[in-house]
Each structure stands twice: as structure tokens, then as C-alpha cells.
């Protein structure tokens, strides 16, 4: 949450003080009259009970208020105390007579490892998963092992979905999002129907990764050539804002699309937009290229490659860096957008990097052994750097078209981006593979790390 998210003239002084609001006008305010209590409990270093089983009331409603002016964000964010807070509470209540509603806010994942000696960040994770199950065991909740999976998927989220870093701040010019835009190849489009467009003299240089040098290098500059952009984004990632955009030839205020139709990816965060912005370009670029280049290995295996539906390719990224001197895109005088060629058809995620498996979808399936056996990631490293986040679209003629993989390196952590989980994300890999006829035709077997 963000100040500007609360209305008002100038939003809220504080993070803090824009939940304590929002908790006031939608969570309280709407309930007075129904008779529920509530307990408010404060998560830093260690857990802090302000009040305990107060009833709805207006009463209620100016005590949270009082106490919203004297909150201030401070220390760690520790969720194990908070959690055993919340089991004394639980304790109790009655619960054959009475529903429990937790609501539980924290700007990040849990810190207790930094003041737990010898605790890592995946003990805590599990030491909450564990405190939960066995709070909504008490409270007559649903199946522990549900709550579980759901919270395991959580935790992860909330340590890799802040790619610009703990409270950072979301580019304003990537907050409006509009619906995806079904035009066709080589038509004209005008810039009142949403569309920003940079011709070719403001385009400053177009780069792609060089696999054999391991670096961005210039791409073959077209004559003539520009760029037009969505202005508003139809989807977002973890890191990286996503808009549509195509090749084109601009005159005024059209302009006529000459290329195909591509998907152009913009930083969310502002802190992202710093000197080590080539640096996450080139992050970027260089997993996706190897994510291809174990793609192209796996596709000659002999049990692979007479059939085309089994066959796998990763879109590649070529980076355009354009001047934007009226910066309508909120990035001052260059934007650098990272393209890739928009995928048609239904897009199908068949895993994340988390771990999770989608076991049918699209006619493929993972597991067992059927005809139509979905890839694994990528096991000709020996299991020491997975591809995860499989996502894309399949056909019987051309097989997988992917986009977007996660690679987790178990030589360390974030070394292929915000989303590298290193040993731990190798390891959520194999707690949830099932070994298909496609890993028997392979020789593949499950490695141990």
C-alpha cells in the first residue's frame, strides 16, 4: 500500500497511517451495528496486544483511531511472535459459538531470521505454516493440509514479489491498466486510442544478449523504424510492468505497424530505475537466453526431437532504449522497454517458482504416462539450476512457445534476478515433481540436493 492509495487531498501522512485508515473505513465502520469484537495486535521485534475483545462500537471505531495517531512503523516485522499472540487470543474463544476472522497485514515477508540465531528465512517459513495450521485446526478451520500449500505459495510470494525491494515504491505511470488490444499487423493506429509513439529519430539504440559474449550487444538498426507503446499496461509480474507495443513507421499523429505484434516490459518500481537498471536488463535477457539455449538441447534429445509437440522454445528479448523528453511514461528523458513477441492463443502457466504443478491443462499433462507429457525443466544442468515458471502456449504443430522462466541457481541467491530462490527454489522443484514416461525416455532421474 502506498500513501496516495487512501483518497483524500494529499492521502495519508504514513504507510502505516493509510492501513489504520483503510482498517477504519472498511473493515469497522461497515460492521458497528453487527455485534463482533475485535482484538488489534501490533507486529515489530515482538507482538503487542493494544486491546483485547472489544466489541463493534463507536467506541471502537475512536479507539483505533487514537491509537492510529501514536502508531509509527519501526524494527522488524516479525511474524512468529504475532502468530503465538494470536494463538493466546484463540485460546480464549469459544469456538463452537463463535467465528474466528484473522486478518493478518505485513508489508514483506517474515524477518524473524534476523534476530532468531540460527534460524533461516525457510525454518520461518515453515515455523509459520506449522503455527497457522495449527491455529485454524483450533478454530474448526478447513484442511490443514490446504492451509498449507496456500500459505507455503504466500510466503514465497511475498519474498520474491517486491522486485524493486522492501517498501518499494510502484512507478505511478504503471498503475492505470487497460484490457489487451486485439488489432491486426499492418494497419494504421493513432495515438488518441491510447497508443505513445517514439519515431525513429528518437530511438536511441536497440541491444539484444549475445550468448557467446555473454553481454548486450547492438542489434541491426532498421531504417525508418519506431516504436509504439500502450500507454497503459494490460498486466504486471513480480518485477516488471507489461504492455503491448509493435514496430512501426510513425507520420504525425498515426502511424503504421510494420512489425509483429510484440509485448513490451517496463520496471514496476522506482527504485528500479538507478544505475543498475542495465544490469537487470542484462539479468533479464541472459535468463531467458538460457532458458533457450537448454531448450534447444533438450529438443535434440532422440526422444524429443521426432516429435514436434514436444518441442520447446523461450521468446528472445531485444532491449529499445528511446527518448521520452515530454515523459508521459513517468521515466523522465529515456525509456528503455524490453520486447518480446506477444504470444497468440491462450496463455498456460504449467508451474511457478514455487514449486506448484499444474497436472493438466491445455491436453498436456505432467505426471503418469501419457501421450501428451509436459517438459520438465530443464534437468541438463544436473538439477543445480531448474527452469521454473513454465508459462506460454502450446500446439500440436509447433509444440511450447515460453516466456518468462524463472531459473533458481543452487550456487546462490538472486543470481539470475529478484525471483532466484538459489538451493531452497531448486529444492521446492523436486518436492513436487513426479517423474513422467517423458523423464524415463530421457534417462533422467531426480537429482539430490
Known amino acids: 500500500m502506498r500513501k496516495h492509495d487512501v483518497p483524500g487531498p494529499n492521502g495519508c501522512i504514513s504507510r502505516i497511517s493509510a492501513v489504520y485508515d483503510c482498517v477504519e473505513r472498511e473493515l469497522l465502520a461497515p460492521q458497528l451495528q453487527l455485534g463482533p469484537a475485535m482484538t488489534l495486535i501490533e507486529m515489530q521485534d515482538t507482538a503487542h496486544t493494544c486491546f483485547s475483545r472489544q466489541p463493534f462500537s463507536a467506541s471502537l471505531l475512536a479507539l483505533v483511531k487514537q491509537h492510529a495517531a501514536y502508531a509509527r512503523a519501526r524494527s522488524h516485522g516479525n511474524y512468529l511472535p504475532a502468530l503465538r499472540a494470536v494463538a493466546r487470543e484463540a485460546a480464549t474463544i469459544d469456538t463452537s459459538r463463535t467465528r474466528l476472522f484473522l486478518v493478518f497485514l505485513s508489508d514483506g515477508a517474515p524477518s524473524d531470521h534476523t534476530s532468531t540465531r540460527g534460524m533461516t528465512p525457510v525454518d520461518v517459513s515453515n ?104 500507454r497503459q499496461k494490460f498486466g504486471e509480474g513480480a518485477e516488471r510492468a507489461v504492455f503491448q507495443a509493435t514496430v512501426v513507421v510513425v507520420s504525425g499523429s498515426s502511424a503504421y505497424t510494420v512489425g509483429p505484434r510484440l509485448v513490451a516490459k517496463q520496471p514496476r518500481f522506482l527504485e528500479q530505475l538507478t544505475g ?25 534429445q532422440p526422444a524429443v526431437r521426432e516429435a514436434a509437440w514436444q518441442q520447446v522454445a ?89 516466456t518468462d522462466p524463472v531459473i533458481h541457481h543452487a550456487r546462490g541467491h538472486k543470481l539470475n534476478g529478484a525471483t532466484d530462490e538459489g538451493l531452497e527454489g531448486v529444492r521446492s522443484f523436486f518436492r513436487t515433481h513426479t517423474c513422467n514416461a517423458l523423464c524415463r525416455r530421457l534417462g533422467l532421474r531426480a537429482a539430490i540436493v
Open 127 to 230: 515455523a509459520c505454516i506449522q503455527a497457522v495450521e495449527q491455529l485454524g485446526a483450533a478454530a474448526g478451520g478447513r484442511d490443514p493440509s490446504t492451509i498449507s500449500s496456500s500459505l507455503s505459495s504466500l510466503l514465497t510470494d511475498l519474498g520474491t514479489s517486491g522486485g524493486g525491494g522492501k517498501g518499494a515504491t510502484v512507478r505511478p505511470a504503471v498503475v492505470p491498466t487497460t484490457v489487451r488490444l486485439d488489432y491486426n499487423e499492418k494497419v494504421w493506429i493513432r495515438a488518441v486510442d491510447g497508443w505513445v509513439f517514439y519515431p525513429h529519430t528518437a530511438v536511441v539504440s536497440r541491444v539484444r544478449y549475445n550468448a557467446a559474449g555473454q553481454q548486450l550487444t547492438l542489434a541491426q538498426a532498421t531504417a525508418q523504424r519506431g516504436l509504439a507503446v500502450r
Open 314 to 402: 523461450f521468446l528472445q528479448v531485444v532491449v529499445w532504449r528511446v527518448l521520452d523528453t515530454e515523459g508521459v511514461r513517468g521515466t523522465g528523458s529515456r525509456v528503455v522497454d524490453m520486447l518480446v513477441e506477444e504470444l497468440e492463443g491462450q496463455l498456460i502457466k504449467w508451474n511457478n517458482n514455487n514449486g506448484g504443478v499444474a497436472r493438466s491443462m491445455g491436453g498436456i499433462t505432467e505426471g503418469g504416462g501419457g501421450s501428451r507429457a509436459a517438459p520438465d525443466p530443464a534437468m541438463a544442468t544436473g538439477g543445480t539450476k531448474p527452469v521454473y515458471n513454465l508459462q506460454g502456449t502450446w500446439t500440436e504443430a509447433d509444440g511450447f512457445t515460453l
Open 276 to 300: 543498475a537498471m542495465r544490469f537487470q536488463q542484462e539479468t533479464f535477457c541472459r535468463v531467458q537466453a538460457e532458458a533457450e539455449a537448454l531448450a534447444q538441447k533438450f529438443n535434440r
